[in-house]
């Protein structure tokens, strides 16, 4: 590491149980990633990630990203999800986004045995870090909520590529962002099924203020080679049930190469404080 003094700053937690207001550490810069352990069932995940990591059944998977087929991500509970996309890499129109809301709302709910009600159980576990603030569902101007979670299933050698996650500025954002304090984004993710090998969360010192960041010589792709050499980076390998938050809006991140036959399944989404930093709302 020699380009950069910034450190990945994480706090671990055990048996899902938090302490302070973690998402304004987050938000302040004091912390980039909480990773909590046990923070939901594992049981209900578990029999959800098993039964979704199958091929001779499609529970309405979607393929946004399928033009570039390493990061051919799987996506269940829209066809437009609220981020760029090799699909439309500008996002989607709000209504548009809407109406994917609408249609495959059911989709994330009928995977778990019933009993088990994963919106209210995401809200439980996110206000566990949330400040006794309010944790809500985004919801448009007209009533119709945004997506509270979705679904993603990453496959043998699929990854996610280096990134952030600042995504105020797309069109879908036009409503929703003035109602948000934009200093950054935060990204929530929770383990259904855990690849072999692969798979992990690995956060980079590098943020969208960095100063001649590593590139390709297209000025555009990340060098990661360079990014790994020059930069403080932190790696994190999650269990069933395991959930991580970061500040994706301020920290380069990628998820790690799949190896091996049993896929990554998780559910997760994005949080933001509102203007008043009384109320967290949450969407994927």
Not at 122 to 141: I, Q, S, Y
Request: glycine share 8%; proline share 7%; aromatic share 8%.
């Amino acid at each position: 590491m020699s380009a950069s003094r910034r450190t990945i700053r994480a706090s671990e937690l055990r048996n899902g149980t938090a302490t302070g207001d973690l998402i304004a550490d987050l938000y302040d810069d004091r912390l980039d990633v909480v990773v909590a352990r046990d923070a939901m069932a594992a049981a209900p995940l578990s029999a959800a990630g098993e039964s979704l990591d199958r091929d001779d059944r499609d529970p309405g998977w979607q393929r946004p990203n399928e033009k570039m087929p390493v990061e051919d991500i799987q996506l269940l509970g829209t066809d437009a999800p609220a981020t760029p996309t090799y699909q439309a890499p500008r996002g989607v129109a709000l209504d548009a986004y809407l109406e994917s809301a609408t249609k495959h709302r059911a989709e994330t709910t009928r995977v778990f045995d019933g009993g088990f009600d994963p919106r209210v159980a995401v809200e439980r576990m996110l206000a566990t870090f949330a400040g006794g603030r309010r944790v809500e569902v985004a919801r448009a101007a007209d009533g119709r909520d945004y997506v509270p979670f979705t679904i993603r299933r990453l496959r043998d050698g699929k990854q996610i590529g280096l990134h952030h996650d600042y995504h105020y500025p797309l069109p879908l954002y036009t409503e929703l962002a003035p109602r948000l304090d934009t200093t950054t984004l935060v990204s929530w993710v929770v383990t259904l099924r855990k690849p072999a090998s692969g798979g992990d969360l690995a956060v980079y010192a590098v943020t969208p203020d960095t100063p001649n960041p590593p590139k390709m010589p297209n000025g555009f792709s990340w060098d990661l080679e360079k990014v790994e050499r020059d930069y403080d980076h932190a790696t994190f390998t999650m269990a069933v049930g395991d959930a991580f938050l970061l500040a994706s809006g301020r920290c380069l991140h990628r998820v790690t190469p799949i190896s091996g036959p049993v896929a990554r399944v998780t559910l997760g989404g994005f949080l933001a404080l509102d203007k008043s930093r009384s109320t967290i709302l949450y969407w994927s």
